[in-house]
């Protein structure tokens, strides 16, 4: 058995408010904790999408009744929100931009809007951009011209971790996450509902150059969108999979093969992510894996609401056993031992920790 620290997401959608058929902060959090997550960012596309003071708060008091693991919710860049966003960044897990296609509503199609937001947001506080091609081109332009970090969402294609590779060779405060899914399949893999994901499935060739591009990753990042499995094979299939339950074994199975090691999965599931977005350590946290156990993953045995995953059938090698969660155990072997409520805000009564 081998220890590790609890395990951050950056990158999960809850669904609530709005859409709790598919997840809410119970559910996701409950797949979180048997994911070996102990903190994640929730991401702003709900429904309301959480864009100021009203939502944020909505969002804020259904996670501290349910949350299970530790938590923090974006706000969301709209077209008219960027003076009522920056007085609520410290409350905040970040700032999402989403330029380029998603699933729901908020998405800036104008640059002009974007640089008011960089200008506008918290200095000390992260932005998170879902950019593709030329737009992660265009929003790396922004941080330069400001001077300052941006953590560039889910990079999925081979010019982009190029891209990356090459600003941060010139000095650019850019960071960026990779998903499992773009690491382990490719456009070939799925059916044509449940394989829509944004961004899309690529190809072999790009799935090959972000493992070889390594070192430009910084944080492994699950992008968790759950949808049901009547709405990826209904006629308007939504984009996301489920990735809380499924990143940890995949990774430990590429640990296992010698594509990584066990330090290169801790940087990018606990250190990075604890740096970038300026995050507390959590006291007597960690997580305990039977690096050795071989196992099936099957969607009946998964916590989340949503009941599927893209990853059905495949064999991996390494085990959750437990979790420890600021002393408590709140999981173990396949049961979840932490009450509704457990979970902290991580923004709340922090320390400011201001440039
Ligand atoms: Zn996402």
């Not at 009522?84 to 931009?97: H, N």
């Not at 265009?138 to 889910?154: E, K, W």
């Amino acid at each position: 058995m081998i220890t590790l620290p609890g395990l951050i997401d950056p990158h999960a959608h809850l669904r609530e408010p709005g859409a709790t058929h598919k997840e809410d902060w119970d559910s996701g959090t409950t797949a979180a904790l048997a994911g070996g997550f102990t903190q994640v960012l929730a991401m702003p596309n709900t429904q309301p999408p959480v864009t100021d003071g009203d939502t944020l708060a909505l969002a804020l008091t259904a996670a501290r009744y349910k949350a299970r693991c530790d938590y923090a919710q974006y706000l969301g860049a709209g077209p008219h929100n960027m003076d009522e966003l920056a007085p609520l960044a410290d409350r905040s897990a970040g700032l999402k931009i989403y330029l380029d296609q998603t699933y729901g509503e908020l998405r800036l199609n104008d640059m002009g809007l974007c640089l008011a937001h960089f200008a506008r947001w918290p200095r000390h506080m992260p932005i998170v951009a879902h950019a593709e091609g030329r737009s992660l081109a265009a929003v790396i332009l922004l941080s330069a011209l400001y001077d300052r970090p941006l953590h560039l969402a889910h990079v999925s294609r081979r010019e982009e971790i190029l891209l990356i590779r090459a600003a941060r060779q010139r000095g650019m405060k850019v960071t960026c996450e990779v998903t499992p899914h773009h690491l382990f399949l490719t456009q070939n893999d799925l059916s044509s509902g449940r394989g829509e994901v944004r961004p899309r499935l690529a190809t072999a060739a790009d799935r090959d150059a972000l493992w070889g591009k390594l070192e430009v990753i910084d944080c492994f990042a699950t992008d968790h969108a759950p949808h049901t499995l009547a709405e990826k094979d209904g006629p308007n299939p939504p984009p996301g999979f489920p990735g809380l339950e499924t990143a940890l074994p995949l990774f430990l199975t590429a640990v296992s093969e010698g594509r990584l090691t066990m330090d290169d999965l801790i940087r990018r599931m606990a250190t990075n992510p604890r740096r970038i977005f300026n995050l507390p350590e959590q006291a007597e946290t960690w997580i305990e894996v039977l690096p050795d156990e071989s196992w099936e993953i099957r969607a009946e045995n998964t916590l989340t609401r949503c009941a599927w995953t893209p990853f059905e059938g495949w064999q991996v090698r390494g085990r959750l056993r437990r979790v420890v969660l600021r002393g408590s155990e709140v999981f173990r072997q396949g049961q979840i031992l932490a009450p509704m409520g457990t979970g902290k805000n991580i923004r709340e009564g922090r320390v400011e920790n201001r440039e």
